[in-house]
């Protein structure tokens, strides 16, 4: 989204220059920005997981977890990812991409809660000090990016609000895949079906039919393929994006079905240190090229907030899972219980 490069049209350099995302790059160019197009690809490529599923993993499941039924329930999490996707497409270039990798701990405690009301689990007093915690730790990464940048607050209610819908999606998901016994490759590849035929009509949508800056429409196909076929880099990101996207996807898919939704998110959490190195890297190795600006990130004087926010978020989430325990503090003697509850029968089954 912010890599940068020359339009097939006319630019604007007041106002390229004033718009946020284009700030970094060089006199002339723009910032890519095709949000439609970028959407639109990555719901395509989760669609080859279907083709997996029905020549590999159908022989070993349930007819019923491939009925007709089974298609339409797929619709639900398809609806809310679609409009989480959409919200963070949309959010994440008016911040830090390590910011929003942050904010995805919000999505453990939007899993929480909805595992609470819609899977009726029981949560203990440490993972609701988990949750907690949580919060207050994406608070502190928020105030980082709103004291350097003000105006990114419509930002970070997108990326926000995009992983509330997100966490729902998980849950719905852990529900089908749990209960309905719907495979995970059956399910990512019908979620890409949904996601490509609506996104693509989307694309045609706001190229043919809304006007806009971009070429005079709100997003110009014909612009995204003309910058596609003269940037070398973009067409190595669009050969590796895909791919990765569907794999992902997948795996993600599959932590939920043998996990939880909340560990899924808690994984997603564990991805944000390795982001933000990599970006500072970028920044300082690259800082006589555009790309380290455009696709790198400075350490400033609040750049502290994000790293304390960061650790507040990965002990919560730890705390959560239980990988970091405080005996002292809390009792986790339920797990005890239940072992207690069912060795009468397993000793009757034995």
Same mark, same amino acid.
């Given at each position: 989204m912010k890599f940068c490069g020359e339009p097939s049209y006319g630019i604007d350099y007041i106002g390229a220059a004033d718009k946020y995302t284009n700030k970094y790059c060089p006199i002339g160019e723009t910032a890519f920005g095709k949000g439609v197009f970028v959407m639109t690809v990555g719901w395509t490529a989760?669609?080859?997981?279907?083709?997996?599923?029905?020549?590999?993993?159908?022989?070993?499941?349930?007819?019923?977890?491939?009925?007709?039924?089974?298609?339409?329930?797929?619709?639900?999490?398809?609806?809310?990812?679609?409009?989480?996707?959409?919200?963070?497409?949309?959010?994440?270039?008016w911040i830090s991409l390590s910011l929003a990798f942050i904010?995805?701990?919000?999505?453990?405690?939007?899993?929480?809660?909805?595992?609470?009301?819609?899977?009726?689990?029981r949560l203990y007093a440490y993972h609701w000090t988990g949750v907690v915690l949580c919060i207050a730790g994406?608070?502190?990464?928020?105030?980082?990016?709103?004291?350097?940048? %003000?105006?990114?607050? /419509? $930002?970070?209610?997108? *990326?926000? +609000? &995009?992983?509330? =819908?997100?966490g729902m999606r998980i849950v719905v998901e852990e529900r089908f895949m749990k209960t309905n016994?719907?495979? %995970?490759?059956?399910? /990512? $590849?019908?979620?890409? *079906?949904? +996601? &490509?035929?609506? =996104?693509?009509?989307?694309?045609?949508?706001?190229?043919?039919?809304?006007?806009?800056?971009?070429?005079?429409s709100f997003e110009n196909l014909q612009d995204t393929i003309f910058r596609i076929s003269n940037s070398a880099g973009l067409i190595a990101l669009f050969c590796v994006y895909p791919i990765i996207t569907c794999i992902t996807s997948v795996v993600s898919a599959v932590v939920t079905k043998n996990l939880s939704a909340v560990h899924n998110g808690l994984i997603s959490v564990l991805r944000v240190g390795i982001l933000w190195v990599i970006e500072l890297i970028l920044f300082y190795t690259l800082a006589g090229n555009s790309f380290g600006k455009q696709l790198g990130e400075p350490w400033t004087r609040y750049s502290i907030l994000k790293l304390?926010?960061?650790?507040?978020?990965?002990?919560?989430?730890?705390?959560?899972?239980?990988?970091?325990?405080?005996?002292?503090?809390?009792?986790?003697d339920h797990q005890q219980k239940a072992v207690e509850h069912l060795e009468p029968n397993t000793i009757e089954a034995k």
């Open positions: 989760m669609s080859p997981a279907l083709i997996y599923f029905y020549m590999v993993r159908k022989r070993h499941s349930d007819a019923k977890s491939y009925s007709s039924k089974a298609v339409a329930l797929v619709a639900v999490p398809s609806a809310l990812d679609m409009i989480s996707t959409v919200m963070s497409v949309f959010g994440s270039p904010f995805k701990g919000a999505r453990v405690v939007f899993s929480a809660l909805l595992t609470v009301l819609l899977l009726k689990r994406l608070i502190v990464a928020a105030s980082s990016q709103l004291f350097s940048e %003000p105006s990114t607050f /419509v $930002g970070v209610l997108l *990326v926000l +609000g &995009s992983e509330m =819908f997100k016994k719907l495979d %995970p490759c059956f399910l /990512v $590849g019908i979620e890409g *079906v949904y +996601g &490509s035929l609506v =996104f693509t009509v989307t694309l045609l949508v706001v190229w043919l039919a809304i006007g806009g800056s971009d070429g005079g304390v926010g960061f650790l507040i978020v990965l002990f919560s989430t730890l705390l959560y899972d239980e990988d970091i325990r405080l005996p002292q503090i809390f009792k986790y």
